[in-house]
């Protein structure tokens, strides 16, 4: 798929790909089970799983993208819920 986007959140329990076309239309939704001691492996995981489903490789899904937007719900919910360690900002 050339010059297309990739959108991904780490979520607590999954992690979210979305992989657009050059004309920024959807072109496939993955989901793929989080692991937060290694947050990349569902990165790697969903892009794996994104590319499937376009029945193409990862490789050859991340080697036309032109940008990678990357959201990290975990974090949000880590300041939401109270949870981690603790943090101010200034």
Not at 24 to 51: C, F, H, M, Q, W
Not at 64 to 87: L, P, Q, S, W
Request: hydrophobic share 50%.
């Amino acid at each position: 798929m050339n010059e297309s986007y990739i959108g991904i959140d780490i979520g607590g329990t999954f992690t979210d790909c979305a992989a657009l076309d050059a004309a920024g239309r959807i072109a496939t939704i993955a989901k793929a089970p989080s692991n937060r001691a290694d947050p990349a492996e569902g990165v790697l995981a969903a892009i794996a799983v994104a590319a499937g489903n376009l029945g193409i490789g990862a490789a050859d899904l991340l080697a036309g993208c032109r940008f990678v937007i990357h959201g990290c719900t975990v974090g949000t919910n880590a300041m939401v819920e109270r949870k981690g360690v603790a943090t101010a900002l200034i």
